[in-house]
T-cell receptor, first 118, second 113 residues
Framework: NAGVTQTPKFRILKIGQSMTLQCTQD?????MYWYRQDPGMGLKLIYY???????DKGEVPNGYNVSRSTTEDFPLRLELAAPSQTSVYFC?????????????????FGPGTRLTVL | KNQVEQSPQSLIILEGKNCTLQ??????????LRWYKQDTGRGPVSLTI?????NTKSNGRYTATLDADTKQSSLHITASQLSDSASYIC????????????FGRGTSLIVHP
């Protein structure tokens, strides 16, 4: 298994440009997440998905959009990039079986995408 | 508001020494607490996970403790190695609502030879 893969690894955008960050997992996980990590700060949840066709907002969704047409893929779309979106973006996935029991779920993270908006 | 506070913010120790990292949380109702290790430039990797009924969990040289009454957790690293240099993140998940985890800012550990 490759686990969670993200592309690209690095990207520089100009203000107002758009781009899509790709995330793919091959573990057949139902739950997928997008986080951003700013320097010296904890990870903040942008969007998450509990299965194909279902997405929901996290703590910091403004300026982003997601879709989940398949179990494997969970792309994050940035429209009209702003300097405030300069950050490292992590995608993660987890199984659903222990969710309702509040049990020992573990998120598997991708390697991250470092985005700079100038 | 759910919050996770970690201390110290950074720590420098010599190879072979032990150290303890702290995590205090105000997440309620509590579901589970996890410690992650994040190497520079990489995504976080899970070290331990504990639910309400567990008060200690080990993973090799890493031992996590949980006191659900005082809402505190610690991560003890024994006989540190250079490869332990990383950021250690405490994550607490609430069982209320949509189970969104709350991340601490992490403790940056540097192990010197």
């Amino acid at each position: 298994n490759a686990g969670v893969t993200q592309t690209p690894k690095f990207r520089i955008l100009k203000i107002g440009q758009s781009m899509t960050l790709q995330c793919t997992q091959d573990m057949n996980h139902n739950y997928m997440y997008w986080y951003r990590q700013d320097p010296g700060m904890g990870l903040k949840l942008i969007y998450y998905s509990v299965g194909a066709g279902i997405t929901d907002k996290g703590e910091v969704p403004n300026g982003y959009n997601v879709s989940r047409s398949t179990t494997e893929d969970f792309p994050l779309r940035l429209e009209l990039a702003a300097p405030s979106q300069t950050s490292v973006y992590f995608c993660a996935s987890r199984t659903a079986e222990l969710w309702q029991r509040g049990g020992k779920d573990t998120q598997y993270f991708g390697p991250g995408t470092r985005l700079t908006v100038l | 508001k759910n919050q996770v506070e970690q201390s110290p913010q950074s720590l420098i120790i010599l190879e072979g020494k032990n150290c303890t990292l702290q995590c205090n949380y105000t997440v309620s109702p509590f579901s589970n607490l996890r410690w992650y290790k994040q190497d520079t430039g990489r995504g976080p990797v899970s070290l331990t996970i504990m639910t309400f009924s567990e008060n200690t969990k080990s993973n090799g040289r890493y031992t996590a403790t949980l006191d659900a009454d005082t809402k505190q957790s610690s991560l003890h690293i024994t006989a540190s190695q250079l490869s332990d240099s990383a950021s250690y993140i405490c994550v607490v998940t609430s069982s209320g609502g949509s189970y969104i985890p709350t991340f601490g800012r992490g403790t940056s550990l540097i192990v010197h030879p």
